[in-house]
């Protein structure tokens, strides 16, 4: 069965890193398109964060030069680090694999920035 379970979300201070793991099962993540999105109370989820089949990134411009997107094909997850963070990066942050027939998401990690 096809799952994505996420973690690595919490409560950090302005500033401050996380590195969100999204572990994959059930099939193997170099071969879908992989992404994180995000979304905060109120507001639409929005992707963040996206790394192709074959390894090609694309950020949002609210978070490009902070996070990083990165998969290790032997582990089977992908990682997404957030550096200097910012309160209006508090949201839930989900996983995605996508492929032209199917399309995962994960149940999604809070991540609350916070002084």
């Known amino acids: 069965q096809e799952r994505l379970v996420e973690s690595g979300g919490g409560l950090v201070q302005p500033g401050g890193s996380l590195r969100l793991s999204c572990a994959a099962s059930?099939?193997?993540?170099?071969?879908?398109?992989m992404s994180w999105s995000r979304q905060a109370p109120g507001k639409e989820r929005e992707q963040v964060a996206s790394i192709t089949m074959f390894g090609r990134t694309n950020y949002a411009d609210s978070v490009k030069g902070r996070f990083t997107i990165s998969r290790d094909n032997a582990q089977n997850t992908v990682y997404l680090q957030m550096n200097n963070l910012k309160p209006e990066d508090t949201a839930v942050y989900y996983c995605?694999?996508?492929?032209?027939?199917?399309?995962?998401w994960g149940q999604g990690t809070q991540v609350t920035v916070s002084s």
């Open positions: 059930g099939f193997t993540v170099s071969t879908y398109g």
């Open positions: 995605k694999a996508a492929s032209s027939l199917y399309t995962y």
